[in-house]
């Protein structure tokens, strides 16, 4: 409530304030608490220590989800991978039938997994940035400000992870020659 001097003229005052002090010389915040028992005295230092403890426990609960997140998109890459398996096996007995070689094929499944990775990165990235701005504008009532971290480390992870869960997982697809592939396919 604002109201003005004179309709409150009649009534107790109560009068708050704030200070700094180092430390070493809180022994005086103690002192003029003794001295003056009307006083009362709020550590801000504790109330900050509080907060910072709860962001923290937020971090780490943010941290493991982000983890579990994380395994599971690489068993949902693995799984689709599995499941696409027989339909592989048939596009490399066709490249091989048309003379592809390892090396093209290999690079072109690396370059599918990464494109798909970056891409993956790309996505979660501009998600975190929009969590992060409406957790900055409306629950801290701060600024937005760009993560430029993020868009760059985001699709990279992404391609590399990608990258490398999709090679494990094709390796040895690629490695059949290329007879054994179309007896394969023809059998199948």
């Known amino acids: 409530m604002i109201l003005s001097p004179d309709l409150l003229q009649g009534f107790p005052a109560s009068y708050i304030t704030a200070f700094y002090i180092e430390p070493e010389r809180y022994q005086l915040v103690n002192q003029l608490a003794r001295q003056m028992p009307t006083v009362t005295v709020l550590s ?72 798909l990775g970056a891409l993956a990165g790309l996505f979660a990235t501009v998600l975190a940035e929009i969590l992060l701005l409406s957790l900055q504008q409306r629950l801290f009532d701060l600024p937005f400000s760009f993560h430029y971290t993020l868009w760059w480390l985001g699709p990279v992870s992404g391609a590399v992870l990608v990258s490398l869960l999709g090679w494990w997982q094709l390796r040895q697809l690629l490695r059949v020659p290329g007879a054994v592939l179309i007896r394969r396919v023809l059998q199948g």
């Open 44 to 115: 801000v230092e504790a109330i900050i220590k509080q907060v910072q403890d709860i962001i923290a426990q937020v971090t780490l609960a943010l941290s493991f989800i982000l983890v579990i997140i994380g395994l599971a998109a690489a068993l949902v890459l693995v799984a689709q991978v599995q499941a696409t398996i027989e339909q592989r096996e048939q596009e490399l007995a066709i490249l091989r039938t048309l003379g592809a070689r390892y090396a093209f094929l290999r690079n072109a499944l690396l370059l599918e997994f990464t494109f």
